[in-house]
């Protein structure tokens, strides 16, 4: 069965940097769109950034450009996001997702991770 296990969550200071990563598996990864969501206690669920099959048609929310890039290596069936610049306010946790077509909201996913807990100290 399809599974999308996130890893590289974990606490740092506001101003440091993650590296998350989505290892996909079930699945023939090059023909999916991938992303990410985050979602904060009591809070929905909301984008973070998204990328097609080829690594291309990226798009960030308006909260995370600049900071966070998304990238994807189709040889390890994994997709990445590096989180610089790291602020209180990105304290949430952190879904993986797959979709055949393009990512466009929660509703149309695929596939999701389990989520890691990224957790931002002021």
């Known amino acids: 069965q399809v599974q999308l296990v996130e890893s590289g969550g974990g606490l740092v200071q506001a101003g440091g940097s993650l590296r998350l990563s989505c290892a996909a598996s079930?699945?023939?990864?090059?023909?999916?769109?991938m992303g990410w969501f985050r979602q904060a206690p009591g809070k929905e669920r909301e984008f973070v950034a998204r990328?097609?099959?080829?690594?291309?048609?990226?798009v960030y929310a308006d909260s995370v450009k600049g900071r966070f890039t998304i990238s994807r290596d189709n040889a390890k069936y994994t997709v990445y996001l590096q989180m610089n610049s790291l602020k209180p306010a990105d304290t949430a946790t952190y879904y993986c997702?797959?979709?055949?077509?393009?990512?466009?909201?929660?509703?149309?996913?695929?596939?999701w991770g389990q989520g890691t807990q990224v957790t931002v100290s002021s």
């Open positions: 997702a797959a979709d055949r077509g393009s990512i466009r909201g929660v509703e149309t996913v695929d596939y």
């Open positions: 990328i097609n099959w080829i690594g291309g048609n990226i």
């Open positions: 079930g699945l023939t990864f090059r023909s999916y769109s």
